[in-house]
Nanobody, 121 residues
């Protein structure tokens, strides 16, 4: 059974930084695509960062130059470093992994439980 556990959210002042973590556990044999999404109240969920297994990164225009997605392969953990945070970054952040386990027939999509990020003075 795969489980994704997120951590690192919280309250920060504008201009501050946070680092989100998403730790995956289970019989994982490969992680192929990694994404962070966010959803603000009353808005649709949007993808903010993506990291492919080949190392290609992609960011939403609104976070380019401020957010960085990375991974720690041995720990099956992905991160989202968020710098120069703005009030409009306030949202629940979700990690999303496309991975394969030793018991699955193919790749499956998994989501973290979400972590609240609030940027306010």
């Amino acid at each position: 059974q795969v489980q994704l556990v997120e951590s690192g959210g919280g309250l920060v002042q504008p201009g501050g930084s946070l680092k989100l973590s998403c730790a995956a556990s289970g019989n994982i044999i490969g992680i192929y695509d990694m994404r962070w999404y966010r959803q603000a109240p009353g808005k649709q969920r949007e993808q903010v960062a993506r990291l492919t297994n080949g190392g290609v990164t992609k960011y939403a225009d609104s976070v380019k130059g401020r957010f960085t997605i990375s991974k720690d392969n041995p720990k099956n953990t992905i991160y989202l470093q968020m710098n120069n945070l703005k009030p409009e970054d306030t949202a629940v952040y979700y990690c999303n992994l496309d991975l394969m386990t030793s018991t699955s027939a193919g790749r499956d999509d998994y989501w973290g439980q979400g972590t609240q990020v609030t940027v306010s003075s």
